[in-house]
């Protein structure tokens, strides 16, 4: 490969709370003695990034003002290219796409654009935590249509939960997360066009959480919600950003597409209130670095590497640990694994697996925040050999030996 993913990188004391945050709040314990730490919770990756991003940063950096500035067209133009090379997307222009802080500021925007606290959303089950705190902390009453697995294993959308609780609950605004976050499907078009009906029927405001959508394993290819009707795209905002694709979430940047003008006037003037919600000139290089032909060459690898470490995972699981379960991820790089019938047939609690693995630097995450009750969350974005060395952990301290 042209691209490094297999370096080792020493993240300490770089501000990488994937390493230095173990053993504190909420995070994965730190490790026994004898054990390093293998970094596989938070979602961020353990590679360098796109060699066009720090040169584009650098670049910059060069000259040695950072004043008061504009949006670049550069910004808008790699945007726009971005979209239709990767995702098929025509017709995008600047006056559609917004900066946004964050995802999830941006999914707060939306949500109090078009509901009042207390009002219910509705949201998939497993349930990605930044969600939950984010609308919660606004006041706001999550409603869950859990996802179910098939007879095969994959996770799909059960269309009758959703418009029954839409209706029950006359609920008006719905997040939709795709690819899905931590369950790793990418949705059909199909399942999107049925979903998007049903949003339509009830009348929802539809906001999709697009972050994920350059991570795409095994061949699978992500298809933009507004992509599916007329109608989707007038009632859609799409929220993506450069932050999960190349490890850029320190820097902070993300951006809205809203297509319906009146739903980009109520979005925009709510992100503008609290008159926070402004660009930083190196992010705004930095997603021009990273939208560039190198950074698309970059991700290319990057998707082949992830496809590789998914796929030894879930073979491994399947071949070594009787009683955990997977349905193998379609994109991102996390897995959600279901160790229920292990701890039922071991007569362990999933707190006791968790620090098993956490005491021999497996630094894995707690799937009940994300409503498994017996999951624990993956982060594969890592070199193959580390990746390898904590499955090995595993079976010889946890499900195997421990």
């Known amino acids: 490969m042209k691209y490094d993913f297999t370096s080792i990188l020493d993240r300490r004391g770089k501000d990488a709370i994937a390493v230095d945050g173990l053993g504190k709040g909420t995070a994965p314990g730190a490790p026994k003695e004898g054990f ?11 590679f360098p990034t796109a060699p066009s991003i720090p040169a584009a940063i650098a670049a910059r950096i060069a000259h040695p003002a950072f004043g008061y500035f504009e949006t670049s067209p550069a910004y808008y133009d790699a945007i726009v290219r971005w979209q239709e090379k990767r995702n098929g997307v025509t017709g995008l222009d600047a006056a559609c796409i917004g900066y946004e802080n964050g995802v999830l500021g941006g999914v707060i925007s939306a949500l109090t654009s078009f509901a009042a606290p207390g009002d219910a959303v509705l949201l998939h089950s497993p349930t990605y935590i930044g969600f939950t705190g984010a609308v919660e902390n606004n006041g706001y009453r999550i409603v869950h249509s859990p996802l179910v697995r098939d007879e095969k294993g994959v996770w799909r959308m059960d269309y009758e939960d959703m418009d029954a609780k839409l209706r029950e609950n006359r609920i008006h605004v719905a997040i939709f997360c795709s690819p899905h976050n931590p369950c790793g499907r990418v949705w059909e078009r199909w399942e999107i066009e049925r979903a998007m009906e049903i949003y339509r029927k009830n009348d929802c405001v539809v906001i999709s959480d697009e972050i994920w959508s350059d991570i795409l394993l095994n061949g699978h290819r992500h298809i933009p919600t507004q992509s599916v009707s007329e109608d989707a795209r007038s009632r859609t905002v799409a929220l993506y950003a450069p932050s999960k694709t190349f490890n850029l979430a320190g820097l902070v940047g993300s951006y809205h597409i809203i297509y319906n003008p009146m739903l980009r006037d109520r979005v925009r003037a709510k992100s ?25 060459e970059w991700v290319d690898e990057l998707c082949q590497v992830l496809s590789g470490n998914i796929n030894y995972a879930c073979d491994y699981i399947a071949n070594h640990f009787e009683g955990v379960s997977v349905s193998k991820p379609e994109g991102t790089y996390m897995m959600f694994v279901d160790c229920g019938e292990w701890c039922r047939a071991h007569g362990r609690t999933i707190d006791e697996v968790e620090k098993a693995g956490w005491d021999v630097g497996v630094a894995w995450q707690d799937g009940r925040m994300f409503h498994g009750p017996t999951s624990v969350r993956m982060n594969l974005a890592l070199p193959f050999a580390r990746v390898q060395e904590a499955f090995e952990r595993l079976n010889q301290h946890v499900f195997n030996g421990g």
Not at 36 to 46: G, H, S
Not at 272 to 286: D, E, I
Request: glycine share 6%; charged share 15%.
């Open 36 to 46: 390093d730490a293998i970094p596989m919770w938070v979602a961020d990756m353990n």
């Open 272 to 296: 503008s209130k609290p008159h926070y919600n402004s660009m930083n000139v190196l992010s705004m290089h930095a997603l021009i670095g990273a939208y560039s032909p190198e950074g698309e």
